[in-house]
C-alpha cells in the first residue's frame, strides 16, 4: 500500500499487483537481443580483421554498391552474366541498398542481417506466449534459437540471404497465426526475396492452410494468394529472370548437382547412386535431418504439418553435391528449415501441456510436464552449443563436413593474426580506389568496392575463368600455389609487369 497524499486526503489507488514481474521475460528477451546484435557485430568486425571472409562477400557487396549508384545489382567477377540476378534471384541485397547508401561499409550490410535474424525472436516469444500460456516458456524458445549453432554460424558466414530469411518466416507465421493476411503475405514477400525457392515455402503455407481449414473460417484467400504468388515466383524466378540474365541459359552451379540440376539430382536418386551420393554422401544425407532435429530433442516431429515449409530447402540440400549443404550446425543452408523446427516445437509442447504423452503422465500437473522437457530442450541445447559453437574442429581431418564447425565463435576468437598482413595493406595503397582488380580471395573484402572486381583464380564453377582479361591490376598471394602458378602465367603473357612485391604478396600491373 502507497501512504496516502497528504494534501488531498485522498486514499492513492493501490498497485495492481505482480505488474513487474510478467514483464521481466520481455525484458530479458529484450536484452538478448541487443546483447546477441553486439556480440555478432564484434564477431563479425574480429572476422573481418582476420582476413576469414572471402570474395563472396566482396561479391554481394559489389551488387548492393552498383545498386546505390545507380546500377542495379551489377557485377562484374561472373562470365556468364554482368548482374546478380544471372546467378540467383537475390532482391533483398537491392532492399539493403538505401541504408548502405548512407554509410558505404560491409558492415552496414552485415549489421543489416544481424538485426533481422536477431528480431526473428520475437515472433518466437510472441507465438510461445501465447500457445503456451508462459512468458517464460516464451523467453526460453526465443533464447534456444539465438544461440542454435545453426542461426549463429549461419549469422556468422560472411553475408547471406538465407539467415535474413529466418527472420522474414518467423514474423510471417506469426501474423499467419494472428490472421492479419497482409502482414502475412508482406513478410512471405520479403522471405521470397532472399531466395527463389522460398515461393514454394509460401506454397507449402497455402497447402498448410488448407490442411488446417484456414479458408473456412478466414475465407480462401489464405490459400489461393499465397499458392498464386509462391509458385507464380519460383516460376519467374528459375525460368525467365535467371536465363534472361545468363548467357549460358542454365542455373549457376549446376555442377553441384548430381546429373547438372535438380531433376538430374533427382533421377540420379533412382538410377545412379554413386552420383547422387558422393564419397560419404550416404552417411553425411543420412545424418543430416536426425542432426538438425537433436538439438532440440526431436520435438518438431510432434508437428509434422509444420515440417511442411521445411521441405522445400531441406529437399534442395538433400539432392545437392556439396557437404556443406547437409551440415546442420555450421554454414548457411538451414535459414528456411530453423523457424519451421522451432515452431514445431512449440506446437508439440502445446500438445502436451493438453494431452501429456505417457511418459509424463506421472507428472500431477501437465505444466510440470511440459516445463521439464522445456528445461531439458534448454539443457540440450547448451550442449550442443558447447560442442559445437564454442569447440572449432574445422582442422581436424577425422571430422566429417557434415559435422564440421568452421564458422563459429571459436574459430573467430582463435583465428591466428599474421604480422605480414600489414605489409599487403601497405601494397593495397598502390591501387586505384576504381581501377579494374583481380584479388586473391581473403584480401577482396578489404578493398573498396568498384565496377570490375574479379577473383584471381582460375575458377571454372562461379567465377571467372580468366580473372586478369579486363583489369588493370592484380593482387596475389605467393604463399598460394595457386595464386603462384597464375601470376607466372600472367608475367609469362608479356602484358604485365610486377609493381611491388612485399612478405610473398605481389602486385602487377599491365603494360
Known amino acids: 500500500m502507497i501512504l496516502s497524499n497528504s494534501k488531498t486526503g485522498l486514499e492513492p489507488e493501490k498497485l495492481p499487483e505482480k505488474t513487474v514481474l510478467p514483464r521481466l521475460p520481455a525484458v530479458l528477451l529484450a536484452l538478448a537481443i541487443v546483447i546477441y546484435i553486439v556480440a555478432i557485430m564484434l564477431l563479425h568486425w574480429l572476422r573481418q580483421e582476420r582476413f576469414m571472409n572471402g570474395f563472396d562477400m566482396a561479391f554481394y557487396e559489389q551488387a548492393v554498391w552498383n545498386t546505390a549508384h545507380g546500377r542495379f545489382l551489377e557485377v562484374s567477377a561472373t562470365d556468364f552474366s554482368r548482374s546478380i540476378l544471372g546467378t540467383d534471384v537475390l532482391l533483398i541485397f537491392a532492399l539493403m541498398s538505401p541504408l548502405y547508401a548512407l554509410v558505404q561499409s560491409p558492415y552496414t550490410l552485415l549489421f543489416q542481417e544481424t538485426l533481422l535474424v536477431a528480431l526473428g525472436a520475437l515472433p518466437i516469444y510472441w507465438l510461445a506466449r501465447d500457445r503456451l500460456n508462459n512468458r517464460w516458456a516464451g523467453l526460453m524458445l526465443a533464447l534456444v534459437y539465438l544461440l542454435l549453432p545453426g542461426v549463429m554460424n549461419g549469422n556468422l558466414y560472411e ?33 521470397m526475396s532472399c531466395r527463389p525457392e522460398n515461393g514454394l515455402v509460401l506454397v507449402m503455407l497455402a497447402l498448410y492452410a488448407f490442411i488446417g481449414q484456414k479458408h473456412r473460417a478466414q475465407g480462401w484467400k489464405w490459400v489461393s494468394g499465397p499458392l498464386v504468388l509462391g509458385a507464380g515466383w519460383f516460376a519467374i524466378a528459375t525460368l525467365l529472370i535467371i536465363p534472361g540474365f545468363s548467357t549460358n541459359g542454365g542455373i549457376a552451379l549446376s555442377e553441384n548437382f548430381a546429373g547438372g540440376s535438380p531433376l538430374g539430382a533427382l533421377k540420379a536418386f533412382f538410377t545412379d547412386w554413386a552420383e547422387f551420393f558422393p564419397g560419404n554422401g550416404l552417411v553425411g544425407k543420412s545424418g543430416y535431418v536426425p542432426l538438425l532435429l537433436l538439438p532440440l530433442l526431436f520435438l518438431p516431429l510432434g508437428s509434422p504439418s509444420v515440417l511442411l515449409m521445411a521441405l522445400p530447402s531441406l529437399a534442395l540440400n538433400l539432392i545437392s553435391k556439396r557437404p556443406i549443404q547437409w551440415n546442420a550446425y555450421d554454414y548457411h543452408y538451414q535459414g528456411s528449415i530453423i523457424p519451421w523446427l522451432i515452431i514445431a516445437t512449440i506446437f508439440t509442447l502445446e500438445k502436451w501441456q493438453k494431452q501429456p504423452p505417457q511418459f509424463l503422465q506421472k507428472f500431477r500437473n501437465p505444466l510440470t510436464g511440459s516445463g521439464a522437457v522445456l528445461a531439458a530442450t534448454l539443457l540440450i541445447f547448451l550442449i550442443f552449443n558447447l560442442i559445437f559453437g564454442l569447440n572449432w574442429n574445422g582442422t581436424r581431418p577425422e571430422v566429417a563436413d ?60 562461379l567465377y571467372s575463368v580468366h580473372p586478369t582479361r579486363d583489369v588493370r591490376y592484380v593482387f596475389a598471394d605467393l604463399r598460394s600455389a595457386e595464386d603462384k602458378s597464375l601470376v607466372d602465367e600472367t608475367l609469362a603473357s608479356g602484358q604485365w609487369e610486377t609493381l611491388a612485391e612485399k612478405q610473398s604478396y605481389i602486385v602487377l600491373k599491365r603494360k
Open 159 to 191: 553475408l547471406r540471404e538465407r539467415p535474413v530469411a529466418m527472420g522474414f518466416w518467423l514474423f510471417a507465421f506469426y501474423f499467419y497465426e494472428r490472421n492479419h493476411f497482409w502482414p502475412y503475405l508482406l513478410f512471405g514477400v520479403l522471405a
Open 402 to 461: 557434415t559435422i564440421k564447425n568452421s564458422n563459429g565463435p571459436a574459430r573467430i576468437l582463435t583465428a591466428r593474426i599474421e604480422p605480414r598482413w600489414e605489409a599487403g595493406k601497405e601494397l593495397l595503397k598502390l591501387i586505384p580506389t576504381d581501377a579494374p582488380l583481380a584479388i586473391t580471395n581473403v584480401w577482396a573484402t578489404h578493398v573498396p568496392p568498384r565496377q570490375d572486381l574479379w577473383l584471381f583464380k582460375a575458377n571454372k564453377t
